[in-house]
């Protein structure tokens, strides 16, 4: 399975957490690009889709300025799994949420998935 697949997304109030997830295939991915990123990405309705985090099969991690200290991206290889645990989640966090799966090498064509839905309440 290269194409990402996620879950967990909820309607929460301001100050709650969730933790999305997305499905992959680590030995998939690893035969296919051998290093390779995982990403979350989020779209508002009316907005461009921004990048949230991602984390590199060697285990390096980034995170946008918008999310440091709250988000964080993990993956549990064990069960093909890249989470992303949100924390203090505020309205502005409403989107959809996307994962999405690319080379090293070829940061421009990526694999995504559906996207699961976080909507914040105040």
């Given at each position: 399975q290269v194409q990402p697949a996620e879950s967990g997304g909820d309607s929460v109030q301001s100050g709650g957490s969730l933790r999305l997830s997305c499905a992959v295939s680590r030995h998939d991915l690893i035969s296919r690009y051998r290093l390779y990123w995982v990403g979350w990405f989020r779209?508002?309705?009316?907005?461009?889709?921004?990048?949230?985090?991602?984390?590199?099969?060697?285990?390096?991690?980034?995170?946008?300025?918008?999310?440091?200290?709250?988000?964080?991206?993990?993956?549990?290889?064990?069960?093909?799994?890249?989470?992303?645990?949100?924390?203090?989640?505020?309205p502005e966090d409403t989107a959809r949420y996307y994962c999405a799966t690319w080379a090293v090498l070829d940061p421009g064509k990526k694999d995504w998935g559906q996207g699961t839905q976080v909507t914040v309440s105040s």
């Open positions: 779209q508002a309705s009316e907005e461009e889709r921004e990048w949230v985090a991602s984390i590199h099969n060697r285990g390096a991690t980034n995170y946008a300025e918008s999310v440091k200290g709250r988000f964080t991206i993990s993956e549990d290889n064990a069960k093909n799994t890249v989470y992303l645990q949100m924390n203090d989640l505020k």
